[in-house]
């Protein structure tokens, strides 16, 4: 391999979609383990693409949704779910400059998480053409 990964390349040919990759580093990351939908921001997905990627990660088992009552809005809870270390292993996997160039840091041990890719591209979602 003689360029450098990039969040958007791995995530477009690895994952079908640069969001996909985008918004799984950063639930991985998030700092807490439950966030309600609307919260990913646009750089690292569109909220038009935001549901329909959700409900896949339910589906494969690395979210749990949960729809409150007394709450309009919907909730999502990171699983144990080993599919979660793919995620970690394409975040070690990507450029370094790339991910500490949208924000990144490593986890204890050198890994790096979603937290570390806010922004995913370094390139807003939209101005990039979507997910």
Do not use: N
Not at 50 to 68: C, I, N, Q
Not at 113 to 124: F, K, V
């Amino acid at each position: 391999m003689d360029a450098p990964l990039d969040v958007e390349t791995v995530g477009k040919e690895l994952f079908g979609r640069p969001c996909r990759l985008a918004l799984a580093l950063w639930i991985a990351g998030h700092h807490k383990p439950r966030f309600y939908q609307s919260e990913p921001p646009p750089e690292v997905i569109l909220q038009g693409d935001l549901a329909k990627e959700l409900g896949r990660l339910v589906r494969l088992g690395m979210l749990e949704e949960e729809r409150p009552d007394d709450a309009p809005r919907v909730y999502y809870v990171r699983t144990s779910s080993p599919l979660w270390e793919i995620i970690e292993a394409a975040a070690d996997a990507i450029d370094p400059h790339t991910l500490m160039a949208q924000g990144g840091a490593r986890l204890e041990g050198g890994r790096r998480t979603g937290r570390d890719l806010p922004a995913a591209t370094g390139r807003g979602r939209a101005a990039a053409g979507g997910c």
